[in-house]
């Protein structure tokens, strides 16, 4: 399928599913990144871990339901053969510990210092950070998945984050429909440009200093 | 004997205790023994749980601490989440019931120190965020992290698929979630199960929570 | 594929190096590979191990830890428990090698706390006696607690009953003990079991040690 | 059997044997102490948990051994049905967590603040604290089961111990072959005299300050 039939998130759960590596194990938040499974290379194993006690998390069968067999946003899964199942102190051990290769959350901002602000507004309803505050502390890799821009057009992707921290300086690697940042020692750098897009199109929307890479490339985006 | 009745609950669970409810939104909640509690004449109830579960409509169909909740049986909610269940927000909003949020993966070491007779336990999760307000930030080896305090209960609630007449659990599925942790931890554990089996019939490598913790089994009515 | 034959070993431990080593006295021990590393030409290991195991005679006989400090590939042991093996003593008082005694229920938390990516735990145990030397001591909630650093390994040993071909571990009876802490606590987990089935022939539900944490797996030899 | 024909071990470990009550949990130390389930009332069910990861000890079976299951000495034992089998984690969770009702440990000094001493002499050769010092730090109820004075007629019952501490102001019970003494808030309250003693032997051979209880009785010692 060529991107351009693709919506955006589907575009960034695409190309977020490039960042894993045979026999890694990952975490993937609820929403839009519960899309990137259907884009990992199917010639690798990669295993999927559910914070509510499941290791090996695959697509729920269509005849084999089990009420009790769910990930953590409460949708119907399977299990691949190999899979276990843990309590919830094992599983954020595994979390917390860095058993966990790559953690794929949504953001509401992302700023420069690699902070994240993805778990409430103030003056909104507050649902609870659940176990985003673990994941980003814990997990090797923690990629932010997200739109470049918020619904008004504004940057999120910025110089300091102005909505209450989920955590400091514990983002990886930004992924959005437009561009792939990585984050290292307080530092941005730019290392993709979507073929949709341009280099003045990603400093107009983003508010924060970034380096651009050496090797920068558009990403073929297949 | 530790097999009771549901209307021996009464003699256990009283106004202003402190309660654990296992469970992770739908699933592994102790649905028999809440909605009987929901009907006892009780009140300000602090529970700690993961999640405040998933509203339902019609609301009779309600189930775990949202039930209690609708019931207003409750006057402080210990959890990770509350977002699923927009009462909760309502009454926190009201001022009805006061809700303390806690990291996922620090809500479960929390219950094991409790459980284990720890002091408590130094997590880098919530380091720079709102969660870290009030705590002490300790410093180990040039790297800092908060102090969470244990938690304990007077009356745990959980759930397992089938216990023995010792009262050995094992569970089913992800429906394990925080019930292991959370049967060390409180004064009286009271477990609902599935299916109460004869002594022997379970395989001791396979029980998860051992029988000298569980004090009251009762079997879940349909 | 995680299976190895024991040369493979030399390539994954080094001289220097500090390893977990599961076992309680002599039951639980991965045999085969500490009868391997015996014979390797390494030294100055760092052993952090429940005890040194029991010693035997004729001294062939000697398995687990003592055996490797028979053949002095041991700078520091780091246990509960030497006093049923003399060598150690002697080693030890002979300033050959450093030992550092912890009690047992701290020495496995900490091991907890390195798996969990705790920054340490506070423990009521060893309050007011040498264990407290050097270390902090926390008062919460009016009583004092010492706190213990959490523990981490280059390379865990352990041994298991059975494991699948993915790494799923079960233990058997007492064999049990340290063994699925330090699975969680080393940047290198290698298992001796007694024996590799095939995928999907362990029940999910009673797997104590989840695969993804174990990188190597030996089956042991007679 | 009368208590004349008893050696002074077996002596006070019947004694220590009427401590328990039906459905207590408790852990023995390693040698005197593994006597008393000798003495235990067959009437009542008692579960010894051993803490190298066994709950439900009993009496090895004559012909069915198996090298795993073993108590925390070494021992060859049995599992009662309903028995189970933990980690060394779970094990200190329940020692530390006050699950265990009673312990019964050997003693070398115990003072009148409830200080205990048995883990060390300065000089002599340094076995390791073991589980020691958890479970007197963590159980409910902590029976120092010792012989009165020691080999060289010494009172072992002080003012203050002079030997390095296993733990302090932990002990609740002093069983020796001539007396009981309850430790409490800081104070020894001499309960019960052996048959075969009398109150001016007691106070002879114990240092300690002590006040002598109002329902003082002779134990009738069956």
Redesign the interface.
């Known amino acids: 399928m060529s991107n351009q039939q693709l919506s955006t998130k589907e575009k960034i759960a695409k190309r977020v599913a490039k960042e894993f590596k045979d026999g890694d194990?990952v975490n993937l938040g609820i929403g839009m990144p519960t899309l990137v499974s259907n884009y990992i290379d199917p010639n690798i194993s990669v295993?999927v871990?559910?914070?509510?006690?499941?290791?090996g998390v695959s697509k729920a069968s269509a005849t084999e339901k089990?009420?009790?067999?769910?990930n953590?946003g409460?949708a119907p899964v399977g299990?691949i053969?190999?899979?276990?199942?843990?309590?919830?102190?094992?599983?954020?051990?595994?979390?917390?510990?860095?058993?966990?290769d790559a953690t794929v959350l949504g953001g509401l901002q992302v700023d420069q210092a690699g902070?994240l602000a993805n778990w409430m507004v103030p003056g909104k309803?507050?649902?609870?950070?659940?176990?985003?505050?673990?994941l980003v502390?814990?997990t090797k890799k923690v990629i932010i998945a997200m739109e470049h821009v918020n619904k008004k057009g504004e940057a999120k992707i910025l110089k300091e984050c102005t909505l209450?921290?989920?955590?400091?300086g514990v983002v990886s690697m930004i992924i959005t429909e437009l561009a792939v940042f990585e984050c290292a020692n307080g530092q941005l750098t730019l290392t993709e440009i979507s073929e949709d897009s341009h280099l003045e199109e990603i400093k107009a929307k983003t508010e924060a200093t970034f380096v651009v890479s050496e090797k920068l490339h558009k990403h073929k985006g297949e | 004997m530790k097999v009771i009745k549901k209307e021996e609950l009464s003699n256990l669970i009283k106004s202003n205790q402190t309660l654990m409810i296992g469970g992770f939104m739908s699933i592994g909640i102790p649905e028999t023994i809440v909605n009987y509690l929901s009907e006892m004449p009780i009140q300000d109830l602090t529970i700690i749980t993961n999640d405040t579960g998933v509203l339902k409509n019609p609301v009779d169909e309600q189930i775990g601490v949202g039930k209690l909740l609708l019931h207003k049986k409750v006057q402080k909610v210990i959890a990770s989440h509350i977002g699923m269940n927009a009462e909760t927000g309502r009454q926190m909003i009201a001022k009805e019931i006061e809700v303390e949020l806690i990291p996922q993966g620090t809500l479960a070491e929390r219950i094991h120190a409790g459980g284990a007779g720890l002091g408590g336990i130094l997590t880098p999760t919530g380091l720079g965020t709102i969660v870290q307000e009030g705590k002490e930030v300790i410093t180990v080896d040039g790297q800092e992290y908060l102090l969470e305090k244990p938690l304990q209960a007077d009356v745990a609630l959980i759930k397992a698929h089938k216990a023995d007449t010792y009262g050995n659990l094992v569970y089913h599925q992800a429906a394990r979630n925080f019930n292991p942790v959370m049967a060390l931890a409180a004064k009286t554990v009271i477990v609902e199960v599935d299916e109460l089996i004869e002594l022997g019939e379970l395989n001791p490598e396979e029980v998860i929570t051992p029988f000298i913790v569980v004090d009251k089994i009762l079997v879940k009515e349909d």
Chains 1, 4 share one sequence.
């Open positions: 194990v295993f871990q559910s914070e509510n006690g499941v290791v089990s009420p009790n067999l769910v953590a409460g299990m053969k190999g899979g276990v199942f843990i309590d919830s102190l094992t599983s954020f051990a595994l979390i917390r510990g860095g058993h966990i902070n309803m507050v649902p609870g950070m659940g176990g985003a505050m673990d502390a814990g209450p921290l989920t955590a400091q």
